[in-house]
């Protein structure tokens, strides 16, 4: 559900009524009732909701979309673009039992609208986001978190933490196994055979040879060598200017940047508000939309619900690829 103080709800119902009935049937909401009902008024909406304590494959000859509740509701009031203790753990309710409901092979893969990491915090749960909540409560160590369009996959070295600390979180281990990571996923769930991959620099320039900065001859390229010597087709390090600058030229899979601006500034402009937040990495599927809450517009029911649609598209080709059955 997300945060159902900001548009996750909104762009998670508009994106459903977009979807074929086939790929309708096999989706069951994790969250409130109270919070999809009111939305569902609101927007006009000929959905009927059906509620569950345990998910029912068989719902998939019913026209009634399956929602199922780990919330307790007499405590939500919906408060638009608001921070709440409430809803933050509501957010972190339904994305938990999303965990755990995979976990049990219950579902086949979990799709999370956006979280107000403030809100989160407020009820006891602090975290970066969502991709660190799944990585805990899956019992993964090794994922990166990868922005995908029809243009371009983009995969992040380092993610929310403040400019000042990149540098120290960098090393040779951690850019070998991220390097690692995107190569299996390349294969795994994108069946690309022969992927070849480009890394970025963390410097302007490349480091221009330590008048910049020394992270790219310390630590970015060895890690590089380390991996082809391993038979990966990974390249750089790239002056990330040029390197995205040239995206529709180049012939990389995928790209690698050293942090969160980095590379999704490139990655959204590419995407056209329709790229998706990819977990690699983890033992189940994940996907989730590149927006956040959207506090600003939350209560106007004028949000786009493009990215949530290819989250919840992508998660299907993911299924298919890995040869599971398709229930959300």
């Keep these: 559900m997300g945060d159902y103080n900001g548009v996750g709800p909104e762009v998670t119902l508009k994106a459903v009524a977009g979807l074929s009935k086939t790929m309708r049937r096999s989706l069951v909401l994790i969250g409130s009732p109270l919070v999809y009902e009111s939305l569902i008024r609101s927007l006009s909406i000929?959905?009927?909701l059906k509620l569950t304590t345990s998910i029912d494959r068989t719902h998939q000859e019913d026209e009634s979309l399956l929602l199922y509740n780990p919330i307790e509701d007499q405590e939500i009031i919906?408060?638009?673009g608001t921070l709440s203790a409430v809803s933050g753990r509501a957010a972190a309710s339904a994305l938990i039992s999303g965990i755990e409901l995979a976990k049990k092979g219950q579902i086949d893969a979990v799709v999370t609208a956006p979280v107000n990491k403030h809100a989160l915090g407020l009820a006891g749960y602090h975290y970066p986001g969502q991709t660190e909540?799944?990585?805990?409560y899956t019992g993964s160590s090794r994922f990166i978190m990868m922005l995908l369009s029809q243009k371009i996959k983009v995969a992040l070295i380092t993610t929310h933490c403040a400019i000042s600390e990149i540098a120290g979180k960098l090393s040779r281990s951690i850019i070998r196994e991220k390097i690692a990571i995107v190569h299996q996923s390349l294969l795994y769930d994108f069946k690309i055979d022969n992927p070849t991959i480009a890394v970025t620099s963390l410097n302007p320039h490349g480091g221009e040879g330590g008048l910049f900065g020394y992270e790219e001859e310390t630590i970015i390229t060895p890690a590089i060598n380390d991996m082809r010597r391993e038979g990966i087709d990974v390249h750089g390090p790239f002056s990330a200017d040029s390197l995205f600058a040239n995206v529709e030229r180049s012939s990389f899979d995928a790209y690698i940047a050293m942090y969160h601006d980095q590379g999704m500034i490139p990655a959204k402009m590419m995407s056209f508000g329709a790229g998706v937040n990819f977990t690699a990495g983890l033992n189940i599927i994940r996907t989730s939309p590149d927006h956040g809450t959207a506090f600003d517009i939350a209560g106007k029911f004028v949000a786009d619900?493009?990215?949530?649609?290819?989250a919840i598209k992508l998660a299907y080709e993911l299924?298919?690829?890995?040869?599971h059955s398709s229930t959300l």
Excluded: V
Excluded at 305 to 310: D, F, H, I, R, V
Excluded at 319 to 323: E, F, I, S, V
């Design 78 to 80: 919906i408060h638009y």
């Design 46 to 48: 000929p959905f009927h």
């Design 133 to 136: 909540i799944l990585a805990e």
């Design 319 to 323: 299924l298919q690829k890995r040869n």
């Design 305 to 310: 619900p493009g990215s949530m649609k290819e």
